[in-house]
C-alpha cells in the first residue's frame, strides 16, 4: 500500500498519542490520553482550535451524569437506553449504542475531575415523543468560562462564534459561552496535565501504517510535510466531509457544499480519506445532521430553528410539515418533500409585519437586509397577492394556506401537522393564542425569506468498535487507529435523538479511545 513504510526511517515528531483536530470529541480525547501520562499531541488543520463545536450551543447528552445529579435530575444510563432504543432501534448495533450510554456519566465525572472542566443541567426537550423521553430535557451544557486577566494563548486561538464568524466580526470580549466555553474549558485541562502539545495549520494527509498498524502520520504544516510517529495510537476527530463537494455529490447527490454550518477550513473529509486508504470500512455516508437554514447573499446558509412565528411554504404555496419540529426533523420533511434541497426550489418562511424587520426564529441575523433583498432571498410586499408575485407562487393558493393556518390558529389546533402539541414545539414558542405556536398571518406588510435545506455536518464516516477502534470491512480493528465524532459513521443512525448526541457522543468515544490506547502494555 501507499502509506505503508519502512518506520526505521527518521519521524519530525513523536508522540504516544495522536488527535487530528479539536473539537469536543477531539479534546475529551486529547485529555483523557495526556491525564493518564501519555504524550499527546493535538493537531488542527485551521488557525482555530474548536472546528464546529465552537459554533454550537453545547447542549451535550449525556443521560446519568453527576451534573444532572446536582440539579436533581432523576435519569441514568438505563432510562436514556429505553428512549435512545425507541428512537434508533436497530439501526445501529446494541453495543455501540451500550458503549455511549453507559459511557455517558463516566466521561462527565472523568471531565470534571479537572478544576477547569463543569457542566450544568438546562432545560431543552428531547426530539421525540417515545418511552423514556424528558420533556424538560436531560442536557447538561459547560459552564461559561470567565475571559482571564491576561490572554491565554490558547483561549484566544478558540474560534469565534458562528454569528460573528459569518458576518466577519471580531470574537467578543467577555466570558467563552456554549461551545466556546467547553473547547476553552477542554483545552486548559489538557494543558494543565503537562502531558500536552497543540499545532495549528497542520493538515493530516495520509496514515502511515506498518503490518497492517497505524504507526504514523503525515501532515502538511508551514509548508512542509511533518511525519509524525505515534506509540499507541492515532485518534481521527476531524469532522466529516460537508465541505466537501466532489464527495457530497458522490456520496450524498446534493449539487454542492455551499449550505453547511461546518466551520470553514476543515470538514473536507481528508481524515476519512487518509482511514479508507488504511483499510477502515465505512457506513452512513449519505446521511448529515440536516436543518433548515437561512440562505445568505454570497451562496452560503445559517442553521436555522426556534421559530416563533411565521409558516413554512414549498414551491406550491403550501405548507409541508410542522414548522416546530426539532431542526433535523424537519430538514428530512424537507427531504421528503424536495422543497428546499436547490436553489431553483426553495422554501419560503412566511411571516407577517407584527415582527417587523426582525426575523422570528434563532438564526445568523443578518447584518444587511438590504443584500438580502437585492438578491431576491428577502421579499415585502403589502398583500399575499404582492408576496406571491414576488416569490413566484400561485396567489390563490398562498391566500388558502394562510387562511386555513389563521383558522387553526383561532381555534388552537393545527388539524394538518399538529403543530403546537409537543413540548418541543412548545419550547420556543412566544405566541398569545389558544396555541402559542400557531400566530396567525395577517397583519401588512408579509414578508418571504428564502430557506433551504442545510446541515451541521455529514454524520457518515468510518465504523467503529465499542472502543472507538476504527474497524475494517470484515469487522476486524486497525491496530492504532481510532475516531470519534462525525470522522466516524454515528452511534445514532439516521436519527437525531436529542439535543446534543452529536458532541455528546463524539466526547464518549473520545473518552473510551483515549482509555483504551492508555491500557495497552498494562494487560488490560
Not at 12 to 35: P, R
Amino acid at each position: 500500500m501507499a502509506n505503508t513504510v519502512n518506520t526505521q526511517n527518521s519521524w519530525d515528531q513523536e508522540c504516544d498519542v495522536l488527535v487530528v483536530g479539536s473539537g469536543g470529541g477531539a479534546l475529551t480525547g486529547a485529555y483523557g490520553a495526556a491525564a493518564r501520562g501519555l504524550d499527546t499531541l493535538v493537531i488542527e488543520k485551521t488557525g482555530y482550535f474548536g472546528g464546529t463545536t465552537a459554533y454550537a450551543g453545547a447542549c451535550l447528552w449525556l443521560p446519568g451524569n453527576q451534573a444532572q445529579e446536582r440539579a436533581g435530575l432523576a435519569d441514568s444510563a438505563d432510562l436514556g437506553r429505553a428512549y435512545f432504543r425507541a428512537v434508533v432501534g436497530e439501526a445501529t448495533d446494541h453495543d455501540l449504542q451500550d458503549a455511549y450510554l453507559d459511557g455517558a456519566g463516566e466521561t462527565v465525572a472523568f471531565l470534571e475531575d479537572s478544576r477547569h472542566v463543569k457542566f450544568e443541567h438546562r432545560p431543552f426537550p428531547d426530539y421525540y415523543a417515545t418511552p423514556g423521553r424528558f420533556d424538560a430535557g436531560r442536557g447538561v451544557f459547560p459552564v461559561d468560562l470567565p475571559a482571564p486577566e491576561e490572554q491565554h494563548p490558547l483561549l484566544t486561538a478558540v474560534r469565534p462564534p458562528a454569528w460573528a464568524e459569518r458576518l466577519g466580526l471580531p470574537a467578543p470580549d467577555g466570558p467563552l459561552t456554549d461551545g466556546r466555553a467547553l473547547i476553552g474549558r477542554l483545552l486548559l485541562a489538557y494543558e494543565s496535565t503537562g502531558n500536552g502539545r497543540t499545532l495549528l495549520h497542520t493538515a493530516l494527509t495520509r496514515l502511515v501504517t506498518e503490518d497492517g498498524r497505524v504507526v504514523g502520520a503525515e501532515a502538511e504544516h508551514d509548508g512542509r510535510t511533518l511525519r509524525i510517529g505515534v506509540r499507541r495510537g492515532v485518534l481521527l476527530a476531524a469532522g466529516g466531509f460537508e465541505a466537501n463537494a466532489e464527495l457530497r455529490r458522490e456520496w450524498q447527490g446534493l449539487s454542492g457544499a455551499d449550505w453547511t454550518m461546518g466551520a470553514p477550513g476543515g470538514n473536507t473529509g481528508q481524515a476519512l480519506l487518509a482511514a479508507v486508504e488504511a483499510g477502515a470500512g465505512t457506513g452512513l455516508l449519505d446521511e448529515s445532521w440536516w436543518c433548515p437554514s437561512l440562505r445568505f447573499p454570497d451562496g452560503s446558509a445559517a442553521f436555522t430553528l426556534g421559530l416563533h412565528g411565521g409558516i413554512f411554504v414549498d414551491g406550491c404555496g403550501r405548507r409541508f410539515a410542522n414548522e416546530s419540529l426539532p431542526y433535523d426533523r424537519m430538514g428530512r420533511q424537507m427531504l421528503a418533500a424536495e422543497a428546499g434541497t436547490t436553489a431553483d426550489n426553495p422554501v419560503w418562511w412566511v411571516f407577517d409585519g407584527r415582527f417587523g424587520d426582525e426575523l422570528p426564529g434563532i438564526t445568523v441575523v443578518p447584518a444587511d437586509r438590504k443584500a438580502f433583498t437585492e438578491a431576491g432571498l428577502w421579499h415585502t410586499a403589502d398583500t399575499l397577492d404582492g408576496l406571491a408575485a414576488r416569490i413566484g407562487v400561485d396567489a390563490g393558493a398562498l391566500r388558502d394556506t394562510v387562511r386555513t393556518f389563521n383558522g387553526y390558529a383561532a381555534d388552537g389546533v393545527d388539524a394538518d401537522f399538529h403543530r403546537g402539541e409537543d413540548p418541543y414545539d412548545l419550547f420556543f414558542a412566544q405566541g398569545k393564542g389558544p396555541n402559542t405556536c400557531l400566530v396567525p398571518v395577517e397583519e401588512g406588510p408579509y414578508h418571504a425569506v428564502q430557506i433551504v435545506l442545510g446541515d451541521l455536518g455529514t454524520k457518515g464516516g468510518v465504523r467503529t468498535d465499542t472502543r472507538a477502534r476504527v474497524l475494517r470491512e470484515d469487522g476486524t480493528p486497525i491496530p492504532g487507529l481510532y475516531a470519534a465524532g462525525n470522522t466516524a459513521a454515528s452511534v445514532s443512525g439516521p436519527h437525531y435523538p436529542g439535543p446534543g448526541v452529536p458532541i455528546g457522543s463524539a466526547m464518549v468515544f473520545g473518552h473510551l479511545a483515549a482509555a483504551d490506547m492508555a491500557a495497552q502494555g498494562t494487560g488490560r
